[in-house]
């Protein structure tokens, strides 16, 4: 058990449907992030926040939608995917959001999401 | 850039030693981390370097230079378990960014 719960764990969705991915840490960890994870792909970041605030939003079409309510919960929206936007998405928590050894990412277990 | 470098495979025998190394780009460096992914599970937490030399814990070990930008991460006494894919990442800022990943295969 990592303390970061994901759901669902697998997602089928068609092009025009709108769905939400949820995660939940019960760290106390202050930063939260999403991940996707392509095959054949280096894990790529999202979305950061930190205290419930964004961070870091990496370039990522607005068809995401992240929210933050609470330090505890993280949601990505998901509206008029692709095909291509089909891939493992993992959601992450930390104590703090630099690279120093207190802000080790600990991951859900992702949901497979898949876009027909 | 934030060019992360790994190997992509590697194939190693049970009960030997495995070395998979990472190169990174030095500037804004404040940190290095190593994963551990098996097939359709989550990352999960290895080992951290932040100042030079070997951190070892257990049958895995990793190295830092970096003035070189260079880590490694080593396996000893390889088992089977150990097949999965293993991530090097560089922290810096406010994020990780991560290497594509070396999957790591042992056979018997």
């Known amino acids: 058990e990592t303390g970061v719960t994901q759901t669902p764990r697998h997602l089928v969705m068609g092009m025009t449907n709108k769905k939400s991915l949820k995660c939940e840490q019960h760290?106390?960890?202050?930063?939260m992030y999403w991940y996707k994870q392509s095959a054949k792909k280096p894990l790529e970041l999202m979305f950061v926040?930190?205290?419930?605030?964004?961070?870091e939003n990496n370039s990522v079409p607005s068809r995401f939608s992240p929210e933050c309510p609470n330090s505890s919960h993280l949601f990505l929206h998901l509206h008029t995917l692709q095909p291509e936007d089909s891939a493992l998405y993992l959601c992450?928590?930390?104590?703090?959001?630099?690279?120093?050894?207190?802000?080790?990412?600990?991951f859900g277990p992702g949901t497979r999401l898949t876009v027909l | 850039g934030q060019n992360i470098d790994q190997p992509t495979e590697m194939t190693a025998t049970e009960g030997a030693i495995v070395q998979i190394n990472c190169t990174y780009q030095?500037?804004?460096?404040?940190?290095l981390f190593w994963y551990q992914q098996h097939a359709g599970e989550a990352p999960t937490f290895l080992s951290y370097?932040?100042?030079?030399g070997l951190e070892e814990k257990g049958r895995f070990s990793s190295f830092l230079s970096r003035s070189k930008g260079y880590s490694y991460l080593l396996l000893k006494e390889l088992q089977m378990k150990d097949s999965a894919s293993y991530l090097c990442?560089?922290?810096?800022?406010?994020?990780?960014?991560f290497g594509g990943g070396t999957r790591l295969m042992v056979k018997p």
């Open positions: 760290l106390g960890h202050n930063a």
């Open positions: 926040y930190n205290f419930k605030e964004q961070t």
């Open positions: 990442a560089r922290g810096a800022g406010n994020m990780l960014t």
């Open positions: 370097n932040v100042l030079d």
């Open positions: 992450a928590s930390s104590q703090g959001s630099g690279g120093s050894s207190t802000d080790t990412q600990y």
């Open positions: 030095t500037s804004g460096f404040n940190g």
